[in-house]
């Protein structure tokens, strides 16, 4: 068995061996989609329903380095993360499972440098195809070959969990970026936050929801402090207004759901929220 097929963390974080599995992938047409998706969900996290195939991944810089136990307790936060999306989607009705495989459990993925994320909007967005090029793979789409043929999976996102400080972002793909490099869609993750408070599981599900469709509620870079004061007084508990160390606490938002495609009941409220193309004032 070489490297590329060892996948040694499953959703019940239990050692496996997937077995060869065929599997024809059907496109969904955009006609079902819950929202007009436009350039968007142009690559491997198109649906967020039915099987979801998850890869994690550790990787770190020169001078640092994940221990054994931290990793655990990282796919830990992943599963509850899991569980969390699964009983939101059951609230819409929509069945959600995961399963899934990690690179860098026993031995960190070494990059020459972390981009560390700073809430910009200028980050780097190709850090799933270097990491792929580590550890085997030709391109993303050789991986996400991998995944059609070996697994019951039709979707599928990719989890860097970063040692060290930094502000996640979401690398969604669309039909304007090079389809060999950015079509396999990922997150990048760190172990604790620039204000070295530790990662939340919340954001973990936060950047995942990102990959599916759905818009920050809080101020950012395309976001004005104006649509988060409304977003405040509608959801108030949204995991794209917020997280928590409390899953409890949060939810996703008619809105969110909609944009992910599990809300089939639009409102003419939601296009307000709809991100800038220019920077927000």
Same mark, same amino acid.
């Given at each position: 068995?070489?490297?590329?097929?060892?996948?040694?963390? /499953?959703?019940?974080?239990?050692?496996?061996?997937?077995?060869?599995?065929?599997?024809?992938?059907?496109?969904?047409?955009?006609?079902?989609?819950?929202?007009?998706?436009?350039?968007?969900?142009?690559?491997?996290?198109?649906?967020?329903?039915?099987?979801?195939?998850?890869?994690?991944?550790?990787?770190?810089?020169?001078?640092?380095?994940?221990?054994?136990?931290?990793?655990?307790?990282?796919?830990?936060?992943?599963?509850?993360?899991?569980?969390?999306?699964?009983?939101?989607?059951?609230?819409?009705?929509?069945?959600?499972?995961?399963?899934?495989?990690?690179?860098?459990?026993?031995?960190?993925?070494?990059?020459?440098?972390?981009?560390?994320?700073?809430?910009?909007?200028?980050?780097?967005?190709?850090?799933?195809?270097?990491?792929?090029?580590?550890?085997?793979?030709?391109?993303?789409?050789?991986?996400?070959?991998?995944?059609?043929?070996?697994?019951?999976?039709?979707?599928?996102?990719?989890?860097?969990?970063?040692?060290?400080?930094?502000?996640?972002?979401?690398?969604?793909?669309?039909?304007?970026?090079?389809?060999?490099?950015?079509?396999?869609?990922?997150?990048?993750?760190?172990?604790?936050?620039?204000?070295?408070?530790?990662?939340? /599981?919340?954001?973990?599900?936060?950047?995942?929801?990102?990959?599916?469709?759905?818009?920050?509620?809080?101020?950012?870079?395309?976001?004005?402090?104006?649509?988060?004061?409304?977003?405040?007084?509608?959801?108030?508990?949204?995991?794209?207004?917020?997280?928590?160390?409390?899953?409890?606490?949060?939810?996703?938002?008619?809105?969110?759901?909609?944009?992910?495609?599990?809300?089939?009941?639009?409102?003419? /409220?939601?296009?307000?929220?709809?991100?800038?193309?220019?920077?927000?004032?």
């Amino acid at each position: 068995m070489n490297f590329l097929q060892r996948h040694l963390f /499953s959703s019940q974080t239990q050692m496996h061996i997937l077995k060869p599995i065929i599997l024809i992938y059907l496109i969904i047409p955009s006609l079902l989609m819950a929202q007009s998706v436009g350039k968007w969900r142009a690559g491997s996290a198109y649906s967020l329903e039915g099987k979801v195939y998850t890869l994690s991944c550790f990787i770190s810089g020169p001078d640092d380095e994940w221990t054994y136990d931290e990793k655990v307790n990282v796919l830990n936060q992943l599963n509850e993360t899991h569980a969390w999306l699964k009983k939101q989607a059951s609230a819409y009705q929509i069945k959600l499972t995961f399963e899934g495989g990690n690179f860098g459990l026993e031995k960190d993925i070494k990059l020459k440098k972390i981009e560390r994320g700073t809430a910009s909007g200028n980050e780097r967005t190709d850090l799933v195809s270097e990491v792929f090029k580590k550890i085997g793979y030709k391109s993303p789409l050789d991986y996400y070959d991998w995944v059609k043929e070996n697994t019951k999976s039709k979707n599928t996102h990719v989890i860097l969990f970063a040692k060290g400080k930094g502000n996640g972002y979401a690398m969604p793909s669309s039909t304007e970026m090079n389809k060999k490099l950015y079509f396999t869609e990922g997150a990048i993750l760190y172990e604790k936050y620039l204000g070295n408070e530790p990662l939340a /599981s919340s954001s973990i599900a936060h950047e995942i929801l990102h990959l599916y469709g759905a818009w920050d509620l809080y101020k950012t870079y395309a976001q004005p402090k104006s649509r988060e004061d409304k977003a405040k007084k509608i959801y108030p508990n949204s995991i794209m207004l917020r997280t928590s160390y409390d899953f409890d606490e949060l939810e996703v938002d008619e809105l969110t759901a909609w944009l992910i495609g599990w809300n089939k009941s639009p409102k003419s /409220s939601f296009e307000w929220f709809r991100p800038s193309d220019t920077p927000a004032e």
